[in-house]
């Protein structure tokens, strides 16, 4: 049974059943999260007005914000927890065709729109439209982001990006004064105050200056750059259009893709990190029957999920993803509607029974040895981990290992090569373990 409720703003409050997928998902993810469910919101059963779904956001209080974009029939649509949706109807709300969103440090929702310009949106005072200003004039804004300051930073399709400060100072960046490219496809503030607006021609970067990263300067894997979140310690995920960077606090990077990693597809649109300080990622459309999703816990720990749930002829694209408060996951998708991936908190519980009481770094196998020889390290909280091997002189040979990685046992192998990918020569070597509450070197022999 389908109940409305007719809010005295002409908004619509509908409650609806939910169809559930949880066998589907209880096969895929168990090893991974356990006892978990896959809900889906779409036109099917009354909770959208749109499929189209264009990006997401959460406010302070929990409450999930869905905008959709199609020209006859997108929407703005609230979430409550107490699993309501209150749909913004035309006359309510100035524009239907919603392209990205963000909330500000005061809880106003800033709306970027396809045609109709900007919006900002308070509860108590209702909209404001900046669609007049001169700077947003015909522009198409893709992406909005607000940083630790509270400046808007608005990107636009082909326009190039506007910082706003919210009342009426204005700052123009384009491929004249700054970017390497005008046609803006993500925009992220980091809790560092960075700002990463993503291109076609890769990253821009705003730390007081412009820096770039492309495929040619730095290892970034693609240059079309969809997507960016960061994680509990501070690293910067890139999604890209051939694979995944991780740039860390010492400006290294991490490449992931599908020769090296358990990715399901290079095509990258969205992510987002989870309760848990987990890495999903939302793919663009890998085949007619696939909406797929990657989840990454460290190491060489993959698990995919695919999220389809409609027989279609289409390609459906993972477009936006976001964690909510109670570590629930919120997948829009451009043509299926919202996909809620419901993790059960006794679950993650359940994986902490049998961990590690402390660090450990243990003794390699074989010694000597020629070519290869392993060991396993412990970990009794997710921590951030480099394990390195050092020749009899101090001098670094290999980075094993560079991660952030959960609490657990791993089984670590060397091949005997270096950095370079080069064998070695016969001597005495060292690996060492480092954390930030934990160091241990031990000595391993190699004989040719």
Not at 155 to 160: E, V, W
Not at 355 to 366: I, S
Not at 402 to 422: I, K
Request: glycine share 10%; net charge negative; with cysteine.
């Amino acid at each position: 049974m389908l109940m409305l409720r007719i809010n005295s703003n002409g908004g619509i409050f509908r409650r609806m059943p939910m169809r559930k997928l949880t066998f589907l998902f209880l096969i895929l993810i168990t090893p991974l999260i356990g006892s978990s469910e896959i809900i889906f919101y779409d036109t099917e059963n009354g909770s959208l007005i749109s499929d189209y779904v264009k990006c997401a956001a959460i406010d302070k209080i929990g409450n999930k914000w869905i905008g959709t974009e199609n020209t006859d029939y997108g929407s703005l649509n609230r979430f409550t927890d107490d699993s309501a949706w209150y749909v913004f109807t035309p006359g309510v709300m100035p524009s239907t065709q919603i392209t990205s969103m963000a909330f500000d440090t005061s809880g106003n929702l800033w709306i970027g729109t396809l045609t109709a310009g900007l919006y900002k949106y308070n509860p108590d005072s209702g909209w404001q439209s900046f669609a007049a200003d001169t700077n947003l004039t015909g522009v198409n804004i893709s992406s909005i982001a607000v940083d630790s300051d509270n400046q808007i930073w608005i990107g636009t399709f082909g326009a190039g990006l506007r910082r706003f400060d919210g009342d009426s100072t204005w700052i123009k960046y384009t491929a004249l004064n700054g970017l390497n490219d005008d046609r803006i496809i993500s925009i992220f503030a980091d809790n560092a105050n960075c700002v990463w607006v993503g291109t076609y021609n890769g990253i821009n970067l705003w730390n007081g200056s412009w820096q770039y990263y492309d495929s040619l300067n730095s290892p970034l894997p693609g240059n079309t750059v969809r997507a960016f979140a960061e994680d509990r310690s501070g690293n910067i995920w890139i999604g890209t259009n051939a694979g995944a960077a991780r740039l860390d606090q010492s400006a290294d990077w991490t490449i992931y893709d599908t020769g090296n990693s358990g990715l399901a597809s290079n095509q990258i649109s969205a992510i987002t990190v989870d309760s848990s300080g987990y890495i999903w990622f939302g793919h663009r459309g890998t085949s007619q029957q696939e909406i797929m999703v990657s989840q990454y816990r460290g190491g060489i720990s993959w698990q995919t999920v695919n999220l389809d749930h409609i027989p279609s002829v289409l390609y459906v694209v993972i477009t936006c993803a976001v964690t909510d408060h109670t570590g629930n996951l919120w997948f829009g998708t451009s043509g299926e509607g919202v996909v809620l991936v419901k993790i059960d908190p006794t679950a993650v519980a359940d994986e902490n029974k049998n961990l590690p009481a402390g660090y450990t770094l243990g003794p390699n196998y074989p010694n000597p040895f020629n070519p290869g020889t392993s060991f396993e390290f412990s970990l009794p909280v997710r921590s951030a981990v480099t394990i390195t091997i050092y020749d009899i002189l101090g001098r670094k040979i290999r980075t094993l290992l560079n991660d952030n990685r959960p609490a657990g046992v791993y089984r670590m192998q060397w091949d005997g090569l270096n950095d370079y990918g080069r064998p070695v020569s016969t001597g005495i070597y060292f690996y060492r373990m480092a954390t930030l509450q934990f160091a241990e070197t031990r000595k391993m022999l190699l004989i040719k």
